[in-house]
């Protein structure tokens, strides 16, 4: 277990609607990333939140959006979605922590597999 | 010179063999070399990192070899076992903001 948790688990939903991803951080982790995962493909950077400020930006989309909370936990936003955004999403955070591993050190969720009919 | 370029793409060994896994890098800054193993369905997860002040790191069965003239790395699994079976990521990053450049992956699959 990573300590990073991800909600909901599955989500299935039609064309052109709009869903949220949830992502808790490891306890004092102050960065979240935000990763797609396609079927037996790579892992696709999408955007990276530092302490509540956006750090960088990946290949997202505009039709996605992403936030970090005061709390640190981070949502994703998926809307006008396509069959193409069926995918496995997942978060990661990464320290500072006192006295933990390196910041480099990026701990992955379970992931949330969205599925657009 | 972002890119980390990984090879093979997918690879099929016999228990027991040992399986190698190669990366490739541009940025001369990079200064933290990762490794993920990712089993269907989960997260990936760290394996064993290296940074360039060292040729050769061990952990266990997983050993990763670093070359910083030729600008490569790679993973090498001794004694490889079915268990094993996973996409293997390799990675890099820098200290100054600590975001990860990956590779492809790799799919290994450990026959009995």
């Known amino acids: 277990d990573s300590g990073v948790t991800q909600t909901p688990k599955h989500l299935i939903t039609a064309t052109g609607q709009r869903v949220t991803l949830r992502c808790s951080p490891r306890?004092?982790?102050?960065?979240v990333y935000w990763y797609q995962q396609s079927l037996d493909q790579g892992l696709q950077f999408l955007i990276q939140?530092?302490?509540?400020?956006?750090?960088a930006k990946g290949n997202i989309l505009e039709r996605f959006s992403a936030q970090q909370f005061p709390d640190l936990h981070s949502e994703l936003n998926l809307s006008s979605l396509e069959l193409g955004d069926s995918a496995l999403y997942f978060c990661a955070s990464s320290g500072p922590t006192a006295g933990g591993p390196s910041v480099n050190e990026q701990f992955f969720g379970p992931g949330t597999r969205l599925t657009v009919l | 010179q972002q890119q980390v370029k990984q090879s093979p793409q997918s690879l099929i060994v016999q228990k027991g063999g040992i399986p190698i896994i190669n990366c490739a890098y541009e940025?001369?800054?990079?200064?933290?070399f990762p490794w993920y193993q990712q089993f269907p369905g989960k997260g990936p997860a760290l394996l064993i990192a290296i940074r360039p002040d060292v040729s050769e790191k061990k952990e266990g069965r997983f050993t990763i070899s670093f070359n910083k003239s030729a600008k490569q790395f790679s993973l090498h699994i001794m004694d490889s076992q079915p268990g094993d079976s996973a996409t293997y990521f390799c990675?890099?990053?820098?200290?100054?903001?600590?975001?990860?450049?990956w590779g492809a992956g790799t799919k290994l699959i450990i026959k009995p």
């Open positions: 990675a890099a990053s820098m200290d100054s903001n600590y975001q990860l450049i």
């Open positions: 306890s004092g982790d102050l960065s």
């Open positions: 940025n001369t800054a990079f200064d933290y």
């Open positions: 939140y530092y302490n509540g400020e956006e750090r």
